[in-house]
């Protein structure tokens, strides 16, 4: 039997206040996710309702654009105030509870499915335990990412199955490609299917900005929180052209990374490790960093990287930091980190994945000592041979594919 379907919210108690409601958005790139996400929050928040809740307690499992962590990170948070402020804006704010947070070190569940599946399941069993530990009724809103064909497809409907939330709220993209079947899969399930329009008819700026530059924008206001309103005054155009995060003429970021004073981290402080696929991490296995030529190349890795700051391991994520540079002969590691110092330390591992680094964290302008080729002027006045940015041609087909 199908699960029941519903077109309106109000409908089968979404916004029942007596029992712990899980309630699973899902939906295509670009149909409103994160938009519906931050309405559902603040109507469950709000005071003038008579099912208001105390707090909310959500599931960022879109790994790439997370609406309370930075990117490469999966949490669940307590969140007990309304979400009226960009996405951006919310990394700044450090008060929050963490029921738990993991280090995923990647920005797409592609990169490791597997890993993907048990963080989400682990961070899920966690909120249920945090659930024993309070007398208020606290929902879980579950925001999936929008990759929702072929494999992203099983991930989205294992997650879904395991899970076993009570609600589920998927918006209808308006075309092919952001459309799918998840009632016919919730079938026998205790689960209410939800069928809601799609944000089109908003007129939001977003939409129109690349998801690199959105996540680059993320990374930024979590490493720079006090250059944060500064971010709205930037031009995404030329970003857009030179497919890049974005365009800071000013190299504000940059500049203010290169002034900021690191910590000073000694090898033997911390344990290093790679995230790898396979769960085949690659480990630092002891202090031997000028014999063991392991050892050299998982730290040689964390030079210039963004990494997990870690307690045992990366299930237990206390932040990000930026590994600014390594002092072999002093065996120190040069960290930046927002991350407070008294929470710094607990931390005894640091964890690299896949999280590539924004130009705009290094990039000091045209005349500084690094990337001496690179150029701040806009590709269209541009002549030379090659200089161009590539473009994806996804138009033209396989040739195992095309009809002789």
């Given at each position: 039997e199908p699960a029941p379907q519903r077109d309106s919210l109000e409908e089968d108690g979404i916004f029942v206040h007596e029992k712990p409601q899980i309630i699973f958005i899902c939906g295509g790139k670009g149909v409103g996710k994160s938009t519906f996400l931050r309405y559902l929050t603040n109507r469950l928040l709000s005071s003038t309702s008579t099912s208001s809740h105390e707090e909310v307690a959500i599931l960022d499992a879109d790994v790439g654009q997370p609406e309370l962590v930075p990117p490469g990170i999966l949490s669940c948070t307590i969140q007990k105030t309304p979400l009226l402020q960009p996405p951006y804006w919310n990394l700044t704010e450090s008060s929050r509870e963490s029921v738990a947070s993991i280090f995923y070190g990647a920005v797409s569940s592609k990169d490791d499915p597997v890993r993907y599946i048990e963080a989400i399941q682990y961070l899920v069993q966690a909120y249920r335990d945090h659930l024993k530990t309070t007398s208020n009724p606290t929902p879980l809103l579950i925001?999936?990412?929008?990759?929702?064909?072929?494999?992203?497809?099983?991930?989205l409907t294992s997650l879904a199955l395991s899970v076993a939330p009570t609600h589920v709220c998927q918006i209808l993209g308006s075309s092919k490609a952001k459309t799918f079947d998840l009632q016919s899969t919730l079938s026998g399930q205790e689960s209410t299917i939800y069928f809601l329009d799609a944000c089109t008819n908003l007129i939001s700026m977003s939409c129109s900005i690349p998801s690199f530059t959105l996540r680059s924008l993320r990374l930024g206001a979590y490493f720079g929180p006090h250059l944060v309103d500064l971010w709205d005054t930037l031009d995404f155009t030329p970003a857009k052209q030179l497919q890049v995060g974005w365009v800071d003429e000013g190299c504000i970021l940059a500049e203010y990374l290169a002034q900021e004073r690191p910590y000073c981290v000694p090898f033997e402080a911390?344990?290093?490790?790679?995230?790898?696929?396979?769960?085949d991490d690659l480990i630092m296995a002891d202090n031997d960093y000028d014999n063991d030529e392991n050892n050299q190349r998982v730290l040689q890795a964390m030079n210039g990287a963004i990494v997990g700051l870690c307690v045992g391991n990366a299930n237990n994520c206390l932040g990000l930091g930026l590994v600014r540079s390594i002092d072999w002969k002093s065996e120190l590691l040069y960290v930046l980190t927002p991350v407070e110092a008294s929470v710094l330390s607990q931390v005894d591992m640091l964890?690299?994945?896949?999280?590539?680094?924004?130009?705009?964290?290094?990039?000091?302008?045209?005349?500084?000592?690094?990337?001496?080729?690179?150029?701040?002027?806009?590709?269209?006045?541009?002549?030379?041979?090659?200089?161009?940015?590539?473009?994806?041609?996804?138009?033209?087909g396989r040739k195992g594919n095309m009809n002789g």
């Open positions: 925001n999936m990412d929008g990759w929702i064909k072929g494999l992203g497809y099983e991930i911390v344990k290093c490790t790679f995230l790898l696929p396979d769960h964890v690299g994945g896949n999280l590539p680094l924004p130009l705009s964290f290094v990039f000091r302008g045209v005349h500084a000592e690094s990337f001496p080729y690179q150029s701040m002027t806009n590709p269209a006045d541009i002549t030379a041979l090659g200089v161009d940015p590539m473009k994806s041609r996804n138009n033209i």
